[in-house]
Nanobody
Framework: QVQLVESGGGLVQAGGSLRLSCAAT?????????VGWFRQAPGKERDIVAA????????YYADSVKGRFTISRDNAKNTVYLQMNSLKPEDTAIYYC???????????????????WGQGTQVTVSS
């Protein structure tokens, strides 16, 4: 059974940084393992923030986070990271990591494309 566990969320002032981690157990993230970070603010839909292909060669970022967030993976540690810099109050949300193990090099951008989800970690950015 695949489990994803997020960590690293918290309260930070605007302009600050946080690094989220998504650790996987039950299956290796090497090989075919698309991993994405999503976020959901109260009353809003769950939207993609960033995604990374198995090899790490291809990444995707939502326009709202381009230049501020960086997704990366360490397959040896079975972990994917989301480095978040220059945080803004509008980045406040619950952040989820998601994974899918279908053999593809395409970037998955919608929640429906991911089979496995973590429990989420709260990120709050104060103004």
């Amino acid at each position: 059974q695949v489990q994803l566990v997020e960590s690293g969320g918290g309260l930070v002032q605007a302009g600050g940084s946080l690094r989220l981690s998504c650790a996987a157990t039950g299956r290796t993230l090497s090989g075919y393992a698309m991993v994405g970070w999503f976020r959901q603010a109260p009353g809003k839909e769950r939207d993609i923030v960033a995604a990374i292909t198995s090899s790490g060669a291809n990444t995707y970022y939502a326009d709202s986070v381009k230049g501020r967030f960086t997704i990366s993976r360490d397959n040896a540690k079975n972990t994917v990271y989301l480095q978040m810099n220059s945080l803004k109050p509008e980045d406040t949300a619950i952040y989820y990591c998601a994974a899918d193990f279908r053999p593809t090099n395409a970037i998955f951008r919608t929640p429906e494309q991911y089979r496995y989800w973590g429990q989420g970690t709260q990120v709050t950015v104060s103004s």
